[in-house]
């Protein structure tokens, strides 16, 4: 449960809404999280019933069996039980992308550059500036590595399919078992399955079929309906990895 992420998200919303963008982008409906261990749940739960205490966000804590899910998620199998949280949300990251731009107005440069340090601020291209955010995730390395820096970032690849169902989704939870694959609901029968986690590939952004088909088939027996869904779209994108996980900022010492 990444606390401080979704506690993020309330000044965020509050921002844009000050600024009259749409939100939405972002939907509450909760989360369902499957452990294959379910003796691990209690756990778990006692774990979230901690972490509530800090962020209220988490929401109502239950332990549902199959029953009591399916009024939430019908069709939902492959479980006896699992840990519900209500404030777990949905994020539409393109979607989400698009409104902070339409909000920020700012100048948007789609080109390769470079970063070139001055005796006083920094050149990108043919501007100057007195100071550069360097959010470029897996690309940071081109950037860096360039001026004399060892950058521990790596691309991570990842791939999702998106399905077309004729029930309308937007109450549903976000499905959330061990594995690699997630269930994520939206409104007006959206499902999106994913995604993917591939470490050797780089920055190709090629959909492989195989891999999408073999997280359909490991989720198929958790919700046989996407048997019958209509596939409406892959997409790729590629995350930043660091050796241990952790992410990390602040500023580029001697930069």
Known sequence: MARLGADFYVDLLADL?????E???YQRSGVFLLKKDESKLEELYELALQRREESPLIGQLDVLNQASADELFPGLQGFDRLLYASGGARVDGHLLVTRLLEASQVKLVKEKVSLTPLASGYQIGEDLFDQVIL?????LGDILELLGYEVDVRPQKGQLRDYQLSEDL????????EGEWDLIPFAGGKLSLGATHENDMGFDLT???TLLQQMEDAALPHYPALAGAKSSGERVGIRAYTSDFSPFFGEVPGL
Do not use: H
């Not at 809404?17 to 963008?21: A, N, P």
């Not at 959010?135 to 690309?139: L, P, S, V, Y």
């Open 23 to 25: 939100i939405d982008f």
């Open 135 to 139: 959010a470029t995730g897996a690309w």
């Open 170 to 177: 937007a109450s549903y939870p976000v499905v959330m078992p």
């Open 207 to 209: 959909v492989d079929e």
């Open 17 to 21: 809404e000050k600024s009259g963008q």
